[in-house]
């Protein structure tokens, strides 16, 4: 991971911690990481000013301090490893974990995708791959990477 990205993961840590309730602190990073995605995915701008996109979304400009700030560090790698520990340290990201319907909290790494879904489609994969999730012992598909990925047209910011 480069530095930038870290400062943008500290970043998105304090705005969480800031929020109300756990679930808002969750909405607001979302917003954050989808914002800071296109930066890099649709606009390959790699290292930008965060504070233009705390403005778009409404958010504090002051988080903007906490991308230099290492006591965010101990959150981050918590994170991470609680990710990890679904999955394994073999993987990529992204890491998704969900609550299977015994109850129990399970991960993956994936879906690696160069076509974005949509409607109909993009339901039903993310349908397939919790019906995956529900079998124990599943642990990967794969084949051979036929296109790059494609990210399709820049997504407007989620303001609210």
């Keep these: 991971m480069s530095a930038f990205s870290h400062s943008l993961l500290r970043i998105m840590e304090s ?8 679930d808002a602190g969750n909405q607001d990073f979302f917003r954050l ?4 995605a296109s930066h890099f995915h649709h606009d390959k701008q790699y290292e930008f000013d965060p504070i233009p996109v705390l403005t778009t979304l409404g958010i504090d400009t002051s988080h903007a301090a906490a991308a230099g700030d290492e ?3 101990d959150e981050i790698a918590k994170r991470m490893n609680q990710g990890l520990d679904l999955v394994g340290n073999d993987v990529g990201t ?7 319907s015994d109850g129990e909290q399970v991960g993956y790494f994936g879906p690696v995708i160069t076509k974005i879904p949509t409607g109909d ?5 993310w349908d397939a791959l919790m019906v995956m999730m ?18 399709g047209d820049r997504p407007a910011p989620i303001t609210s």
């Design 15 to 22: 705005v969480r911690a800031a929020a109300p309730t756990l």
């Design 33 to 36: 990481y989808w914002e800071f």
């Design 71 to 73: 006591s965010w560090d």
């Design 94 to 100: 992204p890491i998704v974990a969900v609550e299977r």
């Design 121 to 125: 489609k993009a339901t039903d994969l």
């Design 134 to 151: 529900e079998a124990d012992g599943f642990f990967e598909l794969k084949k051979t990477r036929q296109d790059m990925p494609n990210p």
